[in-house]
């Protein structure tokens, strides 16, 4: 089992910046890569990127790219998401995963979410 457990989230204008954790627990988590998703009101849960343990590689959607950046800190098995240039539409609620395939359908482990939100 992994246990993920996010935070970081909020309130933020148009054009802010917040930054989430999630600190990962349990056997093997380093076995996986980590990645964020994020599900909008009334739309399904969607990929926003991911980075694995060992390489560092990062991906991301298309959506978030080049305004979210996605690292980790292995000696505190923590994983982040820097989020600049908020916009209304990054309203949502993030979730930590952690697996080796990055798709909603296949994810391992998921955290609890924690819900930022971009007004105004």
């Known amino acids: 089992q992994v246990q993920l457990v996010e935070s970081g989230g909020g309130l933020v204008q148009p054009g802010g910046s917040l930054r989430l954790s999630c600190v990962a627990s349990g056997r093997d988590f380093r076995s996986y890569a980590m990645g964020w998703f994020r599900q909008a009101p009334g739309k399904e849960r969607e990929f926003l990127a991911a980075?694995?343990?060992?390489?560092?590689?990062?991906y991301y959607a298309d959506s978030v790219k080049g305004r979210f950046t996605i690292s980790r800190d292995n000696a505190k098995n923590t994983v982040y998401l820097q989020m600049n240039s908020l916009k209304p539409e990054d309203t949502g609620v993030y979730y930590c995963?952690?697996?080796?395939?990055?798709?909603?359908?296949?994810?391992?482990?998921w955290g609890q979410g924690t819900q930022v939100t971009v007004s105004s």
């Open positions: 995963a952690a697996s080796n395939e990055m798709s909603v359908d296949a994810v391992a482990y």
């Open positions: 980075i694995t343990w060992s390489s560092a590689s990062t």
